[in-house]
């Protein structure tokens, strides 16, 4: 089994930075693409940015310049450095990975984190 764990979600003011970390642990062979999402209240998840083993990136358009994922695979870590902080951007944060989970099994399994509150006010 395996469990991703965020950290690193609270308040800010608008204008603000916070950082989300989420670590992936138990049975991992590799590690494919890990994940952002996030869902605000009364909206459905949707994805913030992902980065995949070899290191290409995919953001929203609503945080691109703002928002930079970045990993450790050595870490099975996943981070989310959230800049220029908007009052839309209040959500939960999930993480999400797809991982192998040996090397005799070529596919891949799907986890959530439990998700990290961020609130932004204004």
């Known amino acids: 089994q395996v469990q991703l764990v965020e950290s690193g979600g609270g308040l800010v003011q608008a204008g603000g930075s916070l950082r989300l970390s989420c670590v992936a642990s138990?049975?991992?062979?590799?590690?494919?693409?890990m994940d952002w999402y996030r869902q605000a209240p009364g909206k459905q998840r949707e994805l913030v940015a992902a980065i995949t083993s070899s290191g290409t990136t995919n953001y929203a358009d609503s945080v691109k310049g703002r928002f930079t994922i970045s990993r450790e695979n050595t870490k099975n870590t996943v981070y989310l450095q959230m800049s220029s902080l908007k009052t839309e951007d209040t959500a939960v944060y999930y993480c999400?990975?797809?991982?192998?989970?040996?090397?005799?099994?070529?596919?891949?399994?799907?986890?959530w984190g439990q998700g990290t509150q961020v609130t932004v006010s204004s």
């Open positions: 999400h990975a797809e991982i192998q989970p040996s090397r005799s099994y070529s596919g891949s399994v799907v986890y």
């Open positions: 138990g049975r991992i062979f590799r590690i494919k693409t």
